[in-house]
């Protein structure tokens, strides 16, 4: 593990990294209130509203976390034309973000994941989507705004959902456009489109995505080795990161040993959108050229923020330096 010193200098100079974010965009809704009866209608608890929140979710949570770690993050993403959306641009224009790639489509709904938690304790989870059907006009939108805007990022991040905003003319013209311009990509997948990341700069999967992908069933340092072995090999990524959960990370680069990343998280409160703060750091990282291993230290230092927090969350500078300061070794 490198040195806290080191790293929490590391940490502060993230700031200003550029990162073009693409992937999934989805609006999360909090409604909160106390559960105190059940419900005459039916067996179930009847929550008296206290408060409703909106956070930007998806792949744009991965861009909120950018900005509070202070990065400079551009979102390429599709919204629809409702309520959700309308909600969704307002959240991220009062973040400074600008909005010229987040792309509003007839007859498409914006993914929205409402969770109502009483007492603390989330009871039921709605989701409202719709799988997103490519067209030309979208394709050249796309494509227009990837040739603009790619000149003036240090890194891009690929935030999959499965949702459908990823696909292979995306890959192919993020691809072209990154070697043009040495633009590392990094890639947190789905199964689902496992062969449209061939090549990336650093591929993260969690261990169930991994074991998915290389049919390993990853139960300890061996399988996990095993499956890392069966994805370096079949997707070619310059480097591997396999998030563990409790277990940490393990990174895996090219003619180089496992590097086993270990940190004690003291609490485990919401490991939602937990992998998107690992995915901001580490093109933070990449953007500002660390050395891989540190980048994969300082996101799993950010990780154990991220999930001692309540819902999509994100983590600051400050809070990611004290969480270095704070981590034991194992």
Known sequence: MTP???LEKLASDLKGARVLVTGDLMLDIYVRGVASRISPEAPVPVVRLDEREYRLGGAANSAMNIAALGGEPVILGAVGKDESSEIFLRIARENGFNVDGIIPLDEFVTTSKLRVVADGQQIVRVDEEEQLGWNDWLSKQVENFI???LPNVDAIAVSDYA???INGDLMTALNDHAKQHGIPILVDPKPVNAGLYRG??????NTKEA???????IVDDVTCDRAALTLLYEYSPKGLLITRGREGMDLYLEDSDPVRIRTRVRHVYDVSGAGDTVLATLAMGYARNFDPVKSCELAAAAASVAVSKSGTSTVTTDELIASIRSMDNL
């Open 200 to 205: 990336c700069d650093l591929l993260k999967p």
């Open 147 to 149: 040739e603009v805007t």
């Open 163 to 165: 949702k459908g905003f």
């Open 211 to 217: 074991s998915e992908l290389s049919g390993v069933e």
């Open 4 to 6: 806290s010193p080191e």
